[in-house]
């Protein structure tokens, strides 16, 4: 695995043990988490069918996200199908949102040469780094703007993939504010 120590580090503390706050209580060391990404130094600049090897296949995990009316995390057990071809992947997500209550959404990556543009959430992202390791890893960072409970935010996603495990976060910052973690799917390969 070609990744820093330190960047696998505070990827895990962005993405897995930070609770999600509103923007004016947010703790400092969810600000400086989330301003650091992943070391992008290692490993080699990876390319449009890359993504589409790397991802293709069932998934099962979960999806966290914070719920806007009560500020708290839910964790959601999760489904994703990812197909398509390398250039114009789809992801379709299935959630158990309760007895008898399953949703689905699906979200399409469209990679195109050396521009890669990602549309989650409906906002379209321009892929800021992009690197390949060892098998299947890689890591992906997408930046761009959107809209947050009815706010214009800036957007920033992370696709990592390591082994069997594919981890996706969306964070969201007002101007002159933390990033904030939005969701977190934490997926295991099925197939």
Wanted: proline content about 6%.
């Amino acid at each position: 695995m070609h990744i820093s120590v330190l960047g696998a580090a505070a990827l895990l503390l962005c993405l897995f043990n930070i609770p999600v706050q509103a923007a004016d209580t947010a703790p400092p060391q969810w600000a400086e988490a989330a301003s650091v990404l992943p070391d992008l130094t290692a490993g080699q600049p990876a390319s449009a069918p890359r993504l589409g090897e790397a991802l293709a296949g069932q998934w099962r995990g979960t999806l966290t996200y914070r719920d806007y009316r009560s500020d708290a995390r839910v964790v959601l057990p999760t489904s994703a199908g990812i197909a398509g071809p390398s250039a114009a992947l789809v992801i379709d997500f299935v959630y158990d949102d309760g007895p008898g209550k399953i949703v689905r959404s699906s979200d399409r990556w469209a990679l195109a040469g050396d521009t890669l543009q990602m549309e989650q959430a409906g906002a379209p992202l321009s892929v800021s780094a992009y690197r390949s390791g060892d098998g299947d890893d890689l890591t992906l960072v997408a930046l761009g703007t959107g809209r947050d409970n009815g706010a214009g935010v800036a957007v920033r996603a992370v696709v990592l993939r390591r082994g069997d495990t594919l981890t996706i976060s969306r964070a969201t910052r007002l101007p002159g504010q933390p990033w904030l973690l939005r969701h977190v799917y934490h997926l295991t390969r099925t197939k």
